[in-house]
T-cell receptor, first 113, second 111 residues
Framework: GAVVSQHPSWVICKSGTSVKIECRSL??????MFWYRQFPKQSLMLMAT?????????EQGVEKDKFLINHASLTLSTLTVTSAHPEDSSFYIC?????????FGPGTRLTVT | DAKTTQPPSMDCAEGRAANLPCNHS???????VYWYRQIHSQGPQYIIH???NNETNEMASLIITEDRKSSTLILPHATLRDTAVYYC????????????FGSGTQLTVLP
């Protein structure tokens, strides 16, 4: 159990365009969703936390108008990177939470050219 | 949540046991020790967790010292596929907080 999928697994986009990343919990319902990003040779850094049906809470330094998070259902959350720039190139990982357990998606590699 | 300290890197010969240490000297009584690993370009993978007793599962063993100030993750027979960054995380049971990742230990299993 506790299967998490992310789509796409990798994406290349041009600077100024927007990219949507989907995260699905395939066999459980997630009351909370965490989104992390990871730059090369660095650790995972929390970007935001969202609860189903509520607005996301963003960590300091993360622009809420740039990284739009939608958690409309207990099995689907999306992260949209708007007006992407090369410095947004990173590995984005979703992490749904069920009860006390936190699970992780396989990640999405975003490259902005 | 208590802070953890891990060595930045370790090597291990294939087939030998890999022992990864973690220091968490400020751990509280209701905080668990969790271990995750991240193979390159993948999401973190849960390995094992414990409170104060030693734990074993199909992946690894977790040895927690009696004073709980440190722990060791043991991979009994390391393979090349175990090459990854290993994270030791301390978090309170029932906490609504997210897992916070430090810099971890890069384990390289050598052929």
């Amino acid at each position: 159990g506790a299967v998490v999928s992310q789509h796409p697994s990798w994406v290349i986009c041009k600077s100024g365009t927007s990219v949507k990343i989907e995260c699905r919990s395939l066999d459980f319902q997630a009351t909370t969703m965490f989104w992390y990003r990871q730059f090369p040779k660095q650790s995972l850094m929390l970007m935001a936390t969202s609860n189903e049906g509520s607005k996301a809470t963003y960590e300091q330094g993360v622009e809420k108008d740039k990284f739009l998070i939608n958690h409309a259902s207990l099995t689907l959350s999306t992260l949209t990177v708007t007006s992407a720039h090369p410095e947004d190139s990173s590995f984005y990982i979703c992490s749904p939470r069920r009860s006390d357990e936190q699970y992780f998606g396989p990640g999405t590699r975003l490259t902005v050219t | 949540d208590a802070k953890t300290t891990q060595p930045p890197s370790m090597d291990c010969a294939e087939g030998r046991a890999a022992n990864l240490p973690c220091n968490h000297s400020t751990i509280s009584g209701n905080e668990y020790v969790y271990w995750y690993r991240q193979i390159h370009s993948q999401g973190p993978q849960y390995i094992i967790h414990g409170l104060k007793n030693n734990e074993t599962n199909e992946m690894a063993s977790l040895i927690i010292t009696e004073d709980r100030k440190s722990s060791t993750l043991i991979l009994p027979h390391a393979t090349l596929r175990d090459t990854a960054v290993y994270y030791c995380i301390v978090i309170r049971s029932g906490s609504a907080r997210q897992l916070t990742f430090g810099s971890g230990t890069q384990l390289t299993v050598l052929p």
